[in-house]
């Protein structure tokens, strides 16, 4: 028996996971030093999901993207996209028709990245971020102006709590998150991840390295018309601009997640409590802002735009350090090479 508990231990201490759940226990714990009752009750809870959950998934997107190699600077303007087709197609056919189209042109739009990625061998970074402008314009196309509306039953039941206890929006997470196990116990999973730390090793195995991107891709696309989805309902309406400032977002989120930008290393589960720590040190911010230092600014500078520059710092300071455990890595497989040799 101890030496399951070891074992489990052991396992929890080297998941690259680990980390971000400590930072987003810490930060939990603080705010409920600060807040007390007014952070610990369902409903309180239940407003953290609804408003995060369309980050949440689309870090879990990114973080399937970045396991495989690639990344995708795209992902807010895909939600755009997402948003103004829902509301538009909304006008015309049935809501769940509509929403359904929606969906399947993030899958599409997945399909179409990873493609020109996997099989033109263009750098991911350079094809995501000129398809986000392409893909903002599109937006634009579709919906020239934000409005239109969706029905109030849908907000209803998505705001909704199940048992008293368990937001609607956190169960959409849960089965967003049980599906990346899935396939991360599938062959699919170990390919993606190899095919980010190393393709070589996964093309003498004897599996199609680009079929294996190009998966990834669509898989992050779904997960991405699900966070579309989910943020239509939140904003009611649409707006061609409306996930537009999310794709960074979602890059810090990997980040905090422990997911390793250079790729093959990290988890789903990691990814999403990285997410939700950046929803939580928002709440945090928005709390110390409005009723510590009773002032929607610091020094001149205002409440949204320091939330963004924490952003960037995060991203600057994780792109750091990836950078420091890339070379740390790759000095290890030399120090042992050098080893071998010498015996």
Request: contains cysteine.
């Amino acid at each position: 028996m101890n030496k399951r508990i070891r074992s489990f231990v052991h396992k929890i201490r080297n998941s690259p996971a680990f980390g971000p759940y400590i930072m987003l226990f810490i930060l939990t714990a603080i705010n409920l030093v600060l807040q007390g009752k007014n952070f610990a009750n369902v409903s309180s809870i239940n407003s953290l999901f609804l408003v995060n959950t369309p980050l949440i998934l689309a870090t879990i997107a990114q973080a399937v993207i970045i396991f495989s190699g690639g990344i995708d600077l795209s992902i807010g303007a895909t939600l755009s996209v997402v948003n103004a087709t829902a509301i538009v197609l909304g006008t015309v056919m049935p809501i769940p028709l509509a929403w359904a189209c929606a969906f399947l042109a993030a899958v599409l739009l997945g399909a179409v990245k990873g493609s020109i990625v996997a099989y033109l061998r263009v750098p991911a970074i350079l094809v995501t971020f000129a398809l986000s402008f392409v893909l903002e314009g599109v937006a634009l196309l579709i919906l020239p102006q934000p409005g239109g509306t969706i029905p109030s039953s849908i907000y209803s039941v998505y705001g909704g709590v199940f048992a008293a206890v368990i937001p609607i929006s956190a169960l959409v997470i849960i089965c967003v998150l049980i599906f990346c196990e899935i396939l991360n116990k599938r062959p699919l999973g170990a390919q993606m991840k190899a095919a980010g730390s190393n393709p070589r090793s996964l093309y003498i195995a004897g599996v199609n390295v680009q079929k294996t991107k190009m998966k990834a891709y669509i898989a992050a696309g779904a997960i991405t018309g699900i966070a579309g989805l989910c943020l239509t309902i939140l904003a009611s309406s649409g707006d061609p601009k409306i996930g537009n400032a999310l794709s960074l977002n979602t890059i810090a989120a990997s980040i905090l997640g422990g997911v390793s930008l250079s790729g093959g290393w990290g988890t789903a589960g990691g990814a999403a409590s990285g997410a939700l720590f950046l929803g939580v040190l928002n709440n945090l911010i928005f709390y110390i802002f409005n009723n510590v230092i009773k002032s929607s600014t610091i020094a001149g500078i205002k409440l949204s735009y320091l939330q963004q520059l924490l952003t960037n710092i995060i991203i600057i300071l994780g792109l750091c350090s990836s950078l420091l455990a890339h070379l740390k890595k790759n000095n290890s497989r030399k120090g042992h090479k050098n080893i071998n040799e010498n015996k």
